[in-house]
């Protein structure tokens, strides 16, 4: 049987061309228009990549009609109830989900990586103590590089797996680190015999001077964020990781890059928005006019935590985290609180209004993320580097899949030209 092709014909010069198309496991196949330009003369123009697959992934699938999100083939409603974030680590690294024995080991190898460098402790101050802890994540991240020369050489798979190692361990220290230099207090050491999660809360908020008592219900809240915050295929920042590591620069590096994109309030940087929204909002009575303000054409203005590029369903993981949200809430008796009456009232308007309903814009997962985190007591300025804490597996996955594919190469874009025609420089008058 012939290959499948896609014809694409120019009405203008009559030029006809034959494109492969490429199948995957599921999902819409891919038109490889890697020979369009030599055949057609013709780019494909696609700001914003709402068409265009940068790669082919097997990491993880997502189905924005029908609200599906799998990470290497497992249901997140699953991975979210029976599993841990280390182990859904694993599983996007290596593929699989480890055994006894492969999870004691990586959880040890994770263990031993958990501390970073004095030298880059004494980063910190060089930043104003009021600085955001994403400015700080970004610089102290991207300096990485500079302590570890030893697993830079990124054609070494070795390196590579070192480097992955230590971006997953380290991003819990360097993230409680920059929250302690921002309140002024002292930096807390990792403690190996506690979980992952245990260990990044006791660093972000125990203090020398006294015992500290781990909220099981922050921990349990906190496992299940970084699990569905782990990976979803080719988003803004991940893509920045890819497109950044394409050229050769080295994990540390790209990953710095990846949280930079992921601070944007469209993206990573939501759930922080969706509280100062709220905050803005501060009135039940105020939020049919901020709604109004949504649905004015003429209005930039966006509600924080709703819509999402692909899920023209609910996002799956804003159904696992909702029903999280609200017994949190429930639990603390907070949920008369304005902050989250307002967003309860405003979840039930979106989810009713035809504007919301005309564009599938739900509540995605960085409105109730949002909520939990700051029902925890989690500071707002660290919301989004929670979130850059977990998809630090991901972006990590998705790098060493890139770096194995022999189809990869140099990400560079091309585009159509709308500037001027070529012209002279004009003579001046002598
Ligand atoms: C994340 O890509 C990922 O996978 C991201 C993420 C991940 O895990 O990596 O899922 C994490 O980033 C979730 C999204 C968090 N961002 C927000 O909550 C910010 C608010 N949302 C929007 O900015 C917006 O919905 C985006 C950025 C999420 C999606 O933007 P798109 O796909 O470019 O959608 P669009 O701008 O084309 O909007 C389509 C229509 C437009 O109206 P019309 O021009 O058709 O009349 O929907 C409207 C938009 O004006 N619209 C909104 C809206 N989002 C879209 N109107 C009001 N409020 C909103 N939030």
Redesign the pocket.
Known sequence: MAEPTVTVTNNETGKTGELPLIKGTMGPPGIDIRKLGSQMGAFTYDP?FMSTASCRSAITYIDGEAGVLLYRGYPIEQLAEHSNFLEVSYLLLYGELPNEQEMEDFNSIILSHTMIHEGLRRFYTGFRHDAHPMAIMVGVVGALSAFYHDSTDVADPVHRAISAHRLIAKMPTIAADSYKYSIGQPFMYPQNSLGYVENFLRMMFAIPSTPFEINPIAVQALELIFIL?AD??Q????STVRLASSSGANPFASVAAGIACLWG????G?NE?VIHMLEEIEDPKQIAKFVAR??D?NDSY?????????YKNY?PRAKIIRQMCHSLLREQGSENQPLFEIAMELERIALEDDYFQA?K?YP????YSGIILRALGIPLNMFTVIFAIA?TAGWIAQWMEMMEDEEQRIGRPRQVYIGEAKRDYPRRQE
Request: cysteine-free; hydrophobic content about 35%.
């Open positions: 914003g915050h979803h295929e988003n803004a920042s991940t309030p469209a993206h990573g939501a928005a949504a649905k054409k966006r509600l924080m935590g709703f819509g999402h590029r692909i996002d564009r814009l995605n997962v960085d409105f998809r």
